[in-house]
């Protein structure tokens, strides 16, 4: 193993690992004074360690601050299922306790719906 960064500060040593971990690349932490490995991690003086082999890659990762991959690039935000507009949602009585419920597009797509306040379950006949 082969030392690539020293840190005076153990959170910003273990977010460094764990930036390396997640692209891939084994990385340990080593007490400084000691110079041997710690299970619990001394908070003074920390070497980050990788394997020779990808010690390149390790330091352009920490200099970037991201992983070296096509995969790390920015991809446009999934919109959720259940966000769509209050116009198209289906708003249901409870026929037992009269309790109502506004239905995502899926409840409103299934044949039933049980409601939850008195375990009621009813046909679903549509938008109101």
């Given amino acids: 193993m082969k030392t690539i960064r020293r840190y005076g500060n153990i959170g910003e040593a273990g977010y460094a690992k764990s930036l390396l971990e997640a ?9 400084e004074n000691a110079g041997t490995l710690l299970p619990g991690l001394a908070p003074w003086g920390m070497r980050l360690q990788v394997e020779e082999s990808d010690e390149e890659r390790a330091v352009q990762i920490l ?21 769509v507009p209050p116009s198209v ?19 409103a797509a299934a044949e039933t719906f049980t409601c939850e306040d008195c375990k009621t379950t009813f046909p679903v006949t549509g938008e109101s």
């Fill in 63 to 83: 200099d970037q601050g991201v992983p070296d991959s096509d995969d790390a690039a920015p991809q446009e935000p999934v919109p959720m299922e259940h966000e």
């Fill in 23 to 31: 692209a891939g690349i084994e990385a340990s932490l080593a007490d």
């Fill in 89 to 107: 949602r289906a708003v249901l009585t409870c026929p037992n306790c009269g309790t109502e419920w506004e239905l995502t597009p899926q409840e």
